[in-house]
């Protein structure tokens, strides 16, 4: 029978709670989101004459709760709009609401006793056949359902979602003894589709997968610092975005994820785990136990291993737990690795290191290494499950049997045994039967060794994905330093850029018109996509800074109009071509979206036309279009100029959509002809449907536009008008006002005495020529050295 899911109740409305409710609103669902009643009146209830028997008091913490997860910053939703999906109650007036619901999610205290109760309620109300599933990070599932139906036993089981639940990709489906295999295929095939997750199959051991590696890893950092006589900057600085790890590295996430959550698992591995090789790193040292006692917790409390005092961010020194200035750091070792551009690419040089860090690298890496191989078959019979995880819900960009191939399994095996370390027997035997790797492609797919039937075994679900490592060597067609050209089968194309942050310069034009050219003679369509960590951070402006300071005019107005033709191309070549945009999408990589005949766009895709930010107004054609899709939208009688300063507004104040949803609000996306996919690993694959789909039905080229209506002087004058009030109340700079203005000049179409109809070369042109203009401006120079130099926009 085929299982659908309209409508979710969760129960337990803390961050965990409104977080999971949230990203079920943000994937459509209607959501109900209880929690319980107070059991006191606030003194603002008792000064408004409230009863405990008011509902707004009844509700007051799921209501709280909530609105505290709007506020706060990342959101947990995709735009405000989709909380109207949310509905709160309590659970002693509302339960019985949980009949209308097709999977109950249990989010309370992490109390063996409290979740058997809500467990008996749940089972009260809920009708036959509905999802009961708990998030909790550690109790064994086969306790908290005894007692309960037979019908409840089979439809329950672990859905551990990692928070923030919107942000963080694991989601582990934990069986119960007595859940039905239906249940459990539903739930992984459910957690990856429609909530965008990575779904790992876990056993009900302590902690699961993620957190049970995970929190080792933390732990044995946590023995290993004194011992190597590492600071907390130093340890952040080894294991941060140089090893492919969050920026936040190891002791600032501490502090964000709260050092007692931390040790609330770590106890709890200690007790549960009594034949664990690894028992005693799971005891706190000493200056945790003590920050413990202090109440150093982290961000929470305003300071944990990092303290802010004024603008100064103070480190805690783990020998006197006193805090001092930041230190900075430095390593002979990280310096090699420098022109390495993948961090996959990196561990082979780091393990080599003849200073403290490649004492570091090798220590940490041998016991990482021996650690994860005996947790084989405990925690997962199959080794991929552990770097899913890893991956998913830590942030890492390689699990640890990924690191170990990419050191070498039998170098790696040499440097444990140097450290004291032994891997698992099965990698012994693994090596020994002549294979060298745990991963290995074959045809562009993934398989894994699978150390049961002593085989490689194909990873499951890769069915719906397109893996661009996977089809480097069999299906490349062109390529040069700064992108490749793939067929994805079927007569599509893919176009990948790898310049650095993957920016749009000479290179990537070139690819993109080669990709073109070809698909034109050749192929079906075109895909534009990466599986990079962003899209593209936009154009090089770098090679701008250094044409405008040698004042190469001439030199960079081709530069900006072959930009400006490479976009047009994207739009009015005869195939259809897709871009696929993921992350940070600035700039340039917006403008190439803005091009595109269709997007297929990541949920996480922080898009947006940021080019004030370095003194000029958008010359790659994102002028010129937002001017267009702006006046597609004048309606008889509207007032024109309303939507067209909503559209200059967009560009002059840098707005970035902080989903793609919001997207669809700044004009950046369009309504019925671009599409979302929330899970990312299946976008480049939905891309390739759509490019196939838009050319089997009979894509026909374009007609460029000709029948764009300006305002002329009529919009001029009221920007103009603006930019200097906004001067006047010293909102922006005497700069940012001449930046503005240039902008307005495109978007009025010129100084026209009258609403004109012009073509899209007609405002091309005037862009470029505006663009140009501000090159020429010291302060536009300032502001391009300054994110080039600093990272961020400077104001002058």
Same mark, same amino acid.
């Not at 909530?195 to 199959?201: A, D, E, M, P, Y």
């Not at 561990?347 to 570091?360: E, M, P, Q, T």
């Given at each position: ?7 979710? %109740? ?117 009708? /036959? ?76 051991? /302590? %902690? ?59 106890? =709890? ?15 706190? /040292? ?119 191939? %990419? ?107 080669? +990709? ?31 044409? +405008? ?31 696929? /945009? ?6 340039? =990589? ?10 297929? %766009? ?10 004030? =930010? ?183």
């Amino acid at each position: 029978m085929k299982r659908i899911i309209k409508k979710v %109740a969760v129960v337990g409305s803390g961050i965990m709670g409104s977080g999971i409710a949230c990203h079920f609103a943000n994937i459509g669902l209607e959501v109900l989101l209880l929690d319980i009643v107070p059991n006191a009146l606030t003194p603002a209830e008792e000064k408004k004459g409230l009863t405990l028997e008011s509902k707004a008091v009844r509700n007051r913490l799921v209501n709280d709760h909530l609105a505290n997860a709007l506020k706060s910053n990342p959101s947990p939703i995709y735009s405000q709009k989709f909380a109207s999906r949310i509905t709160t109650g309590n659970t002693t007036d509302d339960m019985a609401k949980i009949a209308t619901c097709d999977w109950v999610i249990e989010v309370v205290v992490e109390r063996l006793d409290i979740k058997k109760l809500v467990f008996e309620q749940i089972d009260k109300y809920r009708k /036959p056949g509905t999802l009961v599933t708990s998030n909790t990070s550690g109790i064994p599932i086969q306790f908290m359902s005894e007692g309960r139906s037979a019908d409840f036993q089979a439809h329950f089981c672990g859905t551990h979602f990692f928070n923030p639940a919107r942000y963080l990709k694991l989601f582990e489906v934990i069986p119960g003894p007595q859940t039905s295999p239906e249940v459990i295929d539903f739930l992984f095939e459910y957690g990856s589709k429609f909530l965008g997750k990575t779904s790992v199959i876990a056993k009900d051991t /302590p %902690a699961f997968i993620g957190n049970r590696i995970g929190i080792f890893g933390i732990m044995s950092l946590f023995h290993q610092v004194k011992e190597l006589g590492l600071t907390i900057e130093e340890v952040d600085k080894l294991t941060g975005p140089v090893i492919g790890r969050p920026k936040s590295a190891t002791f600032r996430t501490v502090d964000v994820v709260g050092l007692d959550t931390l040790v609330h698992v770590a106890n =709890g591995l200690y007790d549960n785990c009594p034949n664990d090789e690894a028992h005693d790193l799971f005891q706190l /040292p000493e200056f945790i136990k003590k920050m413990m006692e202090n109440q150093w917790l982290g961000s929470k409390t305003k300071q944990g291993f990092y303290k802010k005092e004024g603008k100064d961010i103070l480190s805690l020194d783990l020998d006197t737990l006193e805090y001092r200035p930041n230190k900075k750091t430095s390593f002979a070792t990280l310096e090699l690795t420098k022109t390495i551009d993948k961090p996959i690419d990196r561990f082979k040089v780091l393990v080599k290191g003849k200073d403290k860090a490649g004492d570091f690298y090798r220590k940490n890496f041998s016991a990482m290494f021996a650690y994860v191989s005996n947790r084989i078959p405990e925690i997962s019979d199959e080794l991929y499950k552990i770097d899913d995880a890893m991956k998913a819900g830590f942030g890492w960009e390689n699990g640890p049997f990924e690191i170990w191939d %990419a050191i070498g399994v039998a170098k790696a095996i040499e440097i444990m045994q140097n450290e004291g370390y032994q891997p698992a027997a099965w990698v012994n035997e693994m090596i020994a039967s002549g294979s060298t790797s745990f991963y290995t492609v074959k045809n562009g797919a993934t398989y894994f060794y699978d150390s049961a039937s002593k085989s490689y075994v194909k990873k499951p679900g890769q069915e719906s994905f397109i893996i661009l490592d996977n089809i480097r060597d069999t299906q490349k067609v062109w390529g040069n330093s700064d992108c490749t050209l793939f067929h994805l089968g079927d007569g599509i194309l893919n176009l990948e850029f790898h310049s650095k942050m993957n920016t749009i310069g000479g290179g990537v034009l070139t690819g993109i018109n080669k +990709a073109i050219d070809l698909a034109e003679k050749e192929y079906h369509g075109l895909v534009i996509g990466n599986q990079g960590a962003n899209f593209s951070v936009g154009a090089n402006i770098g090679m701008i800074f250094m044409m +405008a300071v040698e004042q190469e005019y001439d030199e960079l107005n081709m530069a900006i109009k072959l930009f400006q033709n490479t976009m047009m191309r994207c739009r009015y070549s005869s195939i259809p071509v897709v871009v696929a /945009p993921h992350g940070m999408t600035l700039g340039g =990589g917006c403008e190439m979206t803005l091009h595109a005949d269709r997007v297929v %766009a990541a949920a996480e895709t922080y898009i947006g036309l940021v080019e004030f =930010g370095v003194g000029v107004i958008p010359g790659g054609g994102g002028s010129k279009e937002m001017t267009l899709r702006a006046a597609d939208l004048f309606r008889k009688n509207d007032v024109e100029l309303n939507v067209l300063q909503e559209y200059f507004l967009t560009i002059g104040m840098a707005k970035v959509a902080t989903s793609a949803y919001e997207a669809f609000d700044l004009g950046i996306l369009q309504k019925g002809k671009d599409i979302v996919v929330v899970n990312r690993d299946r976008q480049i694959a939905t891309a390739k449907q759509i490019a196939l789909q838009m050319a089997e039905q009979g894509y026909t080229q374009p007609v460029e536009r000709k029948d764009i209506k300006v305002l002329g002087k009529q919009a001029l004058g009221m920007f103009l008008v603006g930019t200097d009030q906004m001067v006047a109340g010293q909102y922006i700079s005497e700069h940012d006002r001449k930046i503005a203005n240039k902008l307005a000049y495109v978007m009025a179409g010129g100084d026209l005495s009258e609403p004109t109809l012009v073509s899209e070369q007609y405002l091309l042109d005037i862009e470029r020529e505006a663009f140009l203009s501000l090159c020429t401006e010291r302060k536009t120079l300032e502001r391009i050295q300054f994110m080039l130099t600093k990272g961020k926009p400077l104001r002058n």
